[in-house]
């Protein structure tokens, strides 16, 4: 093999690995699997940290989805599981069928959490939903203090909660 045959060889090989080992990026072959729960975990404070940064937002029953300048409770959590690709339905009662159940016990930071509460609450039909925050704390919107942290476990949140669903 002369030279000029060896170096277009050499090219032709070149090009050949870089293609495959492109298809191998592109494609996730041959690469370790990532762990569904820390992807999820990480997607929902991800998605906290954003909800958070609407604290104070005003509430307003039926809040369009297509503003930020106000919400009601299944408004702000369509809009900040949308900005993780996460496309929840528009409605609360909507929202609770979606994902998979999980306990109370077993709630992770971005799993939704629904409540029968406020002037349309009869103890079992979903009125209400939030996101979980972790250490025992969800973020929502309601009422006079718009989107806010509460603590789960006391007061009307305790008493009102119904179920959640991971989405995630």
């Known amino acids: 093999m002369n030279k000029q045959q060896w170096f277009k060889q050499a090219i032709i090989v070149g090009i050949s690995t870089t293609i495959g080992l492109s298809t191998l990026m592109a494609t996730g072959a041959g690469t370790a699997p990532v762990a569904a729960a820390s992807v999820s975990s990480s997607t929902g404070q991800s998605i906290v940290n954003l ?12 809040a369009s989805t297509s503003t930020t300048r106000y919400f009601d409770c299944s408004s702000f959590t369509k809009y900040i599981f949308a900005k993780y690709g996460i496309n ?9 069928k979606v994902g998979k159940a999980v ?13 029968s509460s406020g002037s349309r609450a009869n103890g079992k039909n979903v009125t209400h939903v939030a996101v979980y925050a972790g250490n025992g704390k969800i973020l929502h919107t309601y009422g006079s203090p ?19 669903r991971r989405v995630l």
């Open 51 to 62: 909800g958070k940064k609407y604290l104070g937002v005003r509430y307003q029953f039926g």
């Open 88 to 96: 929840l339905p528009r409605t609360s009662v909507a929202q609770s």
């Open 103 to 115: 306990s109370k016990a077993n709630l992770r930071v971005g799993d939704l959490v629904f409540f």
């Open 146 to 164: 718009g989107v806010t942290v509460s603590n789960l476990n006391s007061g009307n949140w305790k008493r009102t909660y119904l179920k959640a």
